[in-house]
């Protein structure tokens, strides 16, 4: 019985190997054929086959594509706009989720949930709206334009995982400080704050990575190259008639390249801090 039941186990461990290697190749087959299309001509992209094998690899694509494609300006723009964007989404989902969780007022129960409501709304679903708001401000090709709604649209996942992890905060220790002369300020970020470093490692990445790849609202509200990020680097190398699609992959590569590492290295951050807000909430 013992021996049937060892066979079991061991023919399904294989079967969960076989499942979740198939989902793995699945999962990194679109950035191999993205690598794979940038180190060719754009004459051998139009040829048969998911993947091809160039006649002589192009990493003269990757050199094209930084020093032509304006990757420094852009990429500093990236940057410090979701740098910008993390900063103020950690900011206000602490102190909101804050306010909503620890402090007693009528309506923090219907501010909760109006926060989080914002979840359900796809970012792009206010692209025109904002658009108009925007042009009657004067902030089209501005900074503000993308911060804005990266912001916004980051903030309620912040809130609810900050406001998950701060639930299970035991209250005595506010009110501890509270009879030591702590004021609210000083617990939130003497007190409060340190315990959820995971929270806060995890809505940074999350915002940033969210935010990074982000292209359909930068396209729409700049025009010039003063604010432009990363994504538009592809753009330079599109013409009227023809297009350079060897490098246009090259730069998406280089695109994608900060995200993959951040994820790569810090996945294990994400995971824990998700998983300590749902269990603790």
């Known amino acids: 019985m013992e021996i049937v039941n060892h066979k079991n186990k061991s023919i399904g461990k294989i079967i969960k190997f076989i499942i979740l290697s198939a989902v793995a190749i699945v999962q990194i087959f679109p950035l191999v054929w993205l690598i794979n299309f940038s180190l060719a001509s754009s004459n051998e992209l139009f040829t048969n086959g998911l993947l091809i094998i160039p006649a002589k690899i192009r990493w003269d694509n990757y050199i094209t594509a930084f020093v032509d494609g304006n990757v420094l300006l852009y990429l500093r723009n990236s940057l410090l706009i979701n740098s910008l964007a993390v900063l ?7 102190m909101a989720a804050f306010a909503c969780t620890r ?3 009528k309506l923090s129960g219907f501010v909760k949930n109006l926060l989080l409501v914002g979840m359900m709304i796809p970012i792009h679903a206010t692209l025109l709206p904002n658009y108009v708001i925007y042009q009657k401000i004067g902030i089209t090709d501005t900074i503000w334009a993308l911060l804005i709604p990266y912001v916004a649209f980051s ?3 912040g809130m609810f995982l900050m406001s998950s992890f701060i639930s299970s905060i035991p209250k005595e220790m506010e009110e501890a400080a509270l009879i030591d002369g702590c004021g609210i300020y000083r617990i939130i970020a003497i007190i409060i704050t340190p315990l959820m470093k995971s929270s806060i490692v995890t809505v940074t990445i999350m915002t940033f990575l969210n935010n990074w790849n ?3 609202m930068a396209s729409t509200y700049l025009s010039s190259k003063t604010w432009k990020t990363l994504p538009f680097s592809v753009l330079e190398f ?14 998406m590569a280089l695109t994608a390249l900060p995200a993959v590492v951040i994820y790569v290295l810090l996945n294990k951050h994400i995971t ?5 807000g749902a269990v603790k909430g």
Do not use: R
């Open 88 to 94: 103020i989404v950690i900011v206000i989902s602490i």
């Open 103 to 105: 402090m007693e007022w």
């Open 155 to 157: 903030l309620p996942q």
């Open 214 to 216: 982000e292209f359909m």
């Open 238 to 251: 599109t013409g009227e008639y023809s297009s350079n699609y060897a490098v246009q992959f090259a730069v």
């Open 272 to 276: 824990k801090g998700i998983a300590a």
